[in-house]
């Protein structure tokens, strides 16, 4: 059953038909899953301020209702090191098209992977998991199942990806918590059975994973249409 606070937000954001990253985040962090910590920030203090309190160095993000493809317009600043990265950060991105505020968050290190979702007319909700970041277009490794997901679903896509051995540790690199990201997509899939009604898709790209723990360090849901 949906939370109050998740319900809540998609009904805010239906007339815009997709949600915000801020929020998005809101509504994966309500459903057990881990985000960087982050603000959504007003103006240069308050960014340089929550930077400060966090630790650098931080990643900067615009947010903005008329921007779904935030890298395709210089809407991402990563590895700001500095109260002078934060104010030239804010500076770039508050040119931007509707821009509501910068988005400050911590950076998260980790091997990048995709988990997503969509809406099949005849199947229902299914779930994809794959090597992630830009390599996801060119490597197209990816596993499909159909929602929900059980332990033993989740542990066999991971394990069909050609890119398994690096997630293994390959050549004596810190293997990834498969325990944290078996957790993820189970959560993930309960979400999407909850949303399947409400949503057209969702992107988490990039999942970061380490050996301790998997994030989920930038994502996006588009919201069924009418």
Not at 64 to 83: A, E, L, T, Y
Request: net charge neutral; hydrophobic share 45%; aromatic share 6%.
């Amino acid at each position: 059953m949906m939370k109050e606070g998740i319900s809540q937000i998609l009904e805010n954001s239906k007339a815009r038909g997709w949600v915000l990253e801020p929020d998005a985040k809101k509504i994966f962090a309500e459903s057990g899953m881990v985000v960087p910590k982050f603000v959504c920030a007003k103006n240069s203090e308050e960014a340089r301020d929550f930077a400060s309190r966090l630790g650098y160095p931080v990643v900067a993000k615009v947010v903005s209702p008329r921007i779904v493809h935030k890298s395709d317009v210089g809407g991402v600043v990563i590895n700001i090191k500095d109260k002078e990265g934060i104010d030239a950060a804010f500076t770039r991105l508050s040119v931007l098209d509707g821009f509501e505020g910068m988005l400050v968050e911590e950076s998260v290190p980790g091997t990048e992977l995709i988990v997503g979702a969509s809406i099949d007319y005849q199947f229902g909700p299914v779930i994809l998991v794959g090597l992630g970041g830009t390599a996801v277009e060119i490597y197209k490794d990816t596993a499909l199942r159909l929602a929900p997901l059980k332990e033993k679903d989740a542990i066999s896509m991971v394990k069909q990806l050609k890119a398994y051995p690096l997630l293994e540790g390959y050549r004596g690199a810190q293997p990834i918590n498969m325990k944290k990201l078996t957790k993820l997509l189970i959560h993930f899939s309960e979400l999407v059975m909850d949303m399947e009604e409400l949503i057209e898709s969702i992107d988490l790209n990039p999942v970061m994973c380490t050996g301790k723990r998997c994030v989920v360090a930038d994502a996006r849901i588009m919201l069924a249409k009418n």
